[in-house]
C-alpha cells in the first residue's frame, strides 16, 4: 500500500511531467531524468534517438543487445545500449500503442541498480505521454518523406521548369542545387526483379542515405523508385576524373556497407552526367539508367554514361541493320566455326586484349606462336588484315553488338 | 508511392478494326496524317495497337532540348506544345513512333492517355472504344497477374525505355473467320 506522502509526491511528478511533455519532448525527458535522478534516451523503433537527457546522450543512434525481461513482464527489460562510440547498462520499457511497438524508454544504471518502484505511476504516464511524441514524430516524418519524393518525382522527370523553384525547394532539405550536381541510380544486376521485394530496397535505401550522408553530409538525397535507388549528389572534382573517382568509391562504399546477406547478391551502378543547371537533371537521371541498363548487359558494376558512346548508338539501333553488319564481318569465320576450332573466341579474345598477342596469349592459354598461326588463320578466313585500322574498329563495333544484344539468340 | 496507369493489350482479342484510331482521331481532333494511335499488323493476322508507351525511362524527354515534356505522377508522359521547336529530336529517340510531327504547325504532338477525360474519371476514347476488350487501363504496380507478360514476339526492344505497356500472352485462336474462297 502506497502511504498517502507517497501519493501526493507521485501526483505532483505527474502532473510536472504533462507540463513539460506540453513543452516538448526534451523537457519531458528532461523531468523524467530529474525525477529518477538517471540519465534517459528514448529511441524511436528503428534505434533512432528521439531525446535524451542530458542532451549529450544523443548521438546518431543505439542498438539494444542482451536484452532480458524483468518480472516476467515483456515490456519491461534490462538490456544494454550500444551507440556508436560508448555502450550503457540499462534499464528499459518498451512504448506501445495497440501492440504496436513505437519505440523504447532507456535508463542507465548500475547494473545492481534498480528503478525504484514508486515511480511505477509516473513512468507509466511518460511512456503514454511519449507515444503521442512518437507518433506525432513519425507522422512528421513519413509527411516529410512523401514531399521530398514528390519532389525527387518532380525533380527527375523535369515538371519543375525553373531553377530558382528547385533550388529554394532543395534548400527546404540542405540541398545546394546552385552547384553542379549528378544523378546516380543503384540496382541489382536483375533490377526488373528483385528490387520488388520493398524490404529489400527499403535496406538498399538505407545504406545508401548511410554513405551518402557520412561522405556529402546533408547535400545529397536519395529516392525510392520500383527497382531502384535514386541519388542525387554534388559533384564536388573539377575534372571529369576527379568526379569518376569521388562516384566510384562512392559505389564502392556502398558496396562494402550493404550486407549481402540481405537478399540481394550483387549491385551495379549507373551514373549519369553533371549538369549545372538543375533543371537539366532530369538528363542525368535517364542517362544513368541508360547506363545502368547497358552496364549491366556488359557485366560491369559501375557504368558512367558519358563513357557510353558507341555502345549506346549500336544498343539503340535498329537490330537487322547490326545483324546485317555483323554477318558481314565475320560470316565466314562463322561459317568455319560450325565444323571446326573456336577461332571466334580466340578473335574475341584478342579485341578484348587491345590486339595484343602477349596478353592474349596468358589469358587464352595458348603459346605466342600458336596464337600467331590463328590469327593468321583467321585474317585468311576473313580475308582482312588484323593490322588494318578499318579491320580493328569493324571488329570492335561487331563484338560490342554481340555482347549488347545478348539475349537476341539469332545474333 | 506512385502507381503509373498502362495500356494492356490482349493482341489474341485485336480484329484490327482501327476503332481505336478513329476513337483518338474523334477525341483529340488531330489532323489526317496525325496518328497518335496506329494499328500495325505484326504477323499475318495478328494486330497491335499501337500508342505512346509513356515510358519507365522515355528518350523522347531526354532528347529535347526545349525541355518541353513532362511526366506526371501518374505516369502519363506529356508534351507542352508552346515550348517545342519543331527540331524533331524526340521523333527520332523513340523507338515507338509516338511522337507525331505537323509541319503545318511545327509542332511535335503525341498521345497524353487521354489525361483530361482520365482526369474527369473516364477512361481513354480508344479504350472505350475497342469493341472486342483487346485494349485496357492497367495500374503497373497492381499487374501481378501472371498471364501479363511485358512484351510479345514483333514487339521493339523494350529494356532501354522500360515501356508503360502490358500484354496478355498470345493464345491460339478458338474460333477463326473463314472467307466464302477458303471455305471452297
Not at chain 2, 483518338?24 to 496525325?34: A, D, F, K, Q, Y
Request: net charge negative; hydrophobic share 35%.
Amino acid at each position: 500500500m502506497k502511504s498517502d506522502n507517497d501519493n501526493a509526491a507521485s501526483q505532483v511528478t505527474i502532473k510536472q511531467l504533462i507540463i513539460a511533455s506540453g513543452r516538448n519532448v526534451s523537457a519531458l525527458t528532461d523531468a523524467l531524468s530529474l525525477m529518477i535522478n538517471s540519465p534517459v534516451v528514448v529511441l524511436a523503433a528503428d534505434g533512432e534517438v528521439v531525446a535524451a537527457s542530458p542532451d549529450n546522450l544523443g548521438t546518431n543512434g543505439y542498438r539494444i543487445i542482451q536484452r532480458k525481461p524483468v518480472n516476467e513482464n515483456e515490456y519491461t527489460f534490462s538490456c544494454v545500449l550500444v551507440g556508436t562510440e560508448n555502450q550503457y547498462r540499462s534499464f528499459g520499457w518498451t512504448i506501445t500503442q495497440n501492440e504496436q511497438v513505437l519505440g523504447y524508454c532507456l535508463v542507465l544504471c548500475d547494473e545492481d541498480s534498480s528503478i525504484p518502484t514508486r515511480f511505477n505511476d509516473s513512468i507509466e504516464v511518460a511512456l503514454s505521454l511519449y507515444v503521442t511524441h512518437i507518433k506525432n514524430r513519425v507522422s512528421i516524418k513519413q509527411e516529410n518523406r512523401r514531399l521530398k519524393e514528390a519532389f525527387f518525382y518532380d525533380l527527375l522527370f523535369g515538371n519543375i521548369k525553373s531553377n530558382s523553384d528547385i533550388i529554394s525547394m532543395g534548400k527546404i532539405w540542405g540541398w545546394e542545387f546552385h552547384h553542379p550536381h549528378l544523378v546516380l541510380v543503384v540496382s541489382t544486376y536483375d533490377y526488373s526483379t528483385t528490387l520488388q521485394n520493398s524490404y529489400s530496397a527499403e535496406i538498399l535505401k538505407t545504406t545508401v542515405d548511410r554513405v551518402l550522408a557520412s561522405k556529402w553530409g546533408t547535400s545529397t538525397g536519395t529516392t525510392i523508385s520500383r527497382n531502384m535507388i535514386t541519388a542525387v549528389i554534388e559533384t564536388k572534382g573539377n575534372c571529369k576524373s576527379d568526379q569518376k573517382r569521388e562516384v566510384i568509391g562512392l559505389f564502392e562504399d556502398i558496396l562494402k556497407s550493404f550486407d549481402e546477406n540481405n537478399g540481394i547478391s550483387s549491385l551495379a551502378c549507373g551514373v549519369g552526367q553533371p549538369y549545372q543547371e538543375p533543371v537539366d537533371l532530369f538528363r542525368s537521371f535517364q542517362e544513368a539508367k541508360i547506363a545502368l541498363e547497358i552496364g549491366t548487359l556488359k557485366g560491369e558494376k559501375i557504368s558512367f554514361f558519358n563513357e557510353m558512346g558507341l555502345d549506346c548508338i549500336l544498343f539503340k539501333h535498329d537490330l537487322e541493320d547490326l545483324r546485317g553488319y555483323f554477318h558481314q564481318i565475320l560470316g565466314p569465320l562463322l561459317e568455319y566455326e560450325d565444323e571446326k576450332e573456336d577461332l571466334l573466341s580466340i578473335l574475341e579474345s584478342f579485341v578484348e586484349c587491345g590486339f595484343s598477342v602477349n596478353e592474349t596469349a596468358q589469358i587464352t592459354f595458348l603459346h605466342r606462336n600458336t596464337l600467331r598461326y590463328k590469327l593468321s588463320k583467321i585474317e585468311s578466313i576473313l580475308d582482312c588484315s588484323l593490322n588494318d585500322m578499318e579491320t580493328r574498329l569493324n571488329l570492335v563495333a561487331v563484338f560490342k553488338i554481340k555482347r549488347l544484344h545478348i539475349i537476341d539468340k539469332t545474333i | 508511392m506512385n502507381n503509373p496507369k498502362a495500356f494492356l493489350v490482349d493482341v489474341s482479342l485485336c480484329i484490327g478494326c482501327r476503332a481505336c484510331e478513329m476513337a483518338c482521331r474523334n477525341e483529340n481532333l488531330t489532323p489526317s496524317h496525325i496518328h497518335w494511335r496506329h494499328v500495325i499488323e505484326i504477323e499475318e493476322g495478328v494486330f497491335l495497337s499501337m500508342a505512346c508507351n509513356h515510358c519507365e525511362n522515355p528518350e523522347c524527354f531526354r532528347v529535347c532540348p526545349e525541355r518541353a515534356f513532362n511526366k506526371r505522377h501518374d505516369g502519363i508522359v506529356e508534351i507542352n506544345s508552346s515550348l517545342c521547336n519543331g527540331c524533331r529530336r524526340c521523333v527520332t529517340a523513340c523507338p515507338y513512333h509516338a511522337p507525331q510531327y505537323n509541319a503545318s504547325t511545327n509542332k511535335v504532338t503525341r498521345c497524353n492517355m487521354c489525361a483530361t477525360r482520365q482526369d474527369r474519371g473516364e477512361i481513354p476514347a480508344c479504350v472505350e472504344a475497342c469493341p472486342t476488350g483487346a485494349l485496357s487501363l492497367i495500374l503497373l504496380n497492381d499487374s501481378c497477374n501472371s498471364d501479363v507478360v511485358d512484351t510479345i514476339q514483333g514487339f521493339t526492344d523494350i529494356r532501354l525505355t522500360r515501356p508503360s505497356i502490358r500484354f496478355h500472352q498470345i493464345k491460339t485462336p478458338k474460333r477463326w473467320m473463314i472467307s466464302d474462297d477458303e471455305k471452297q
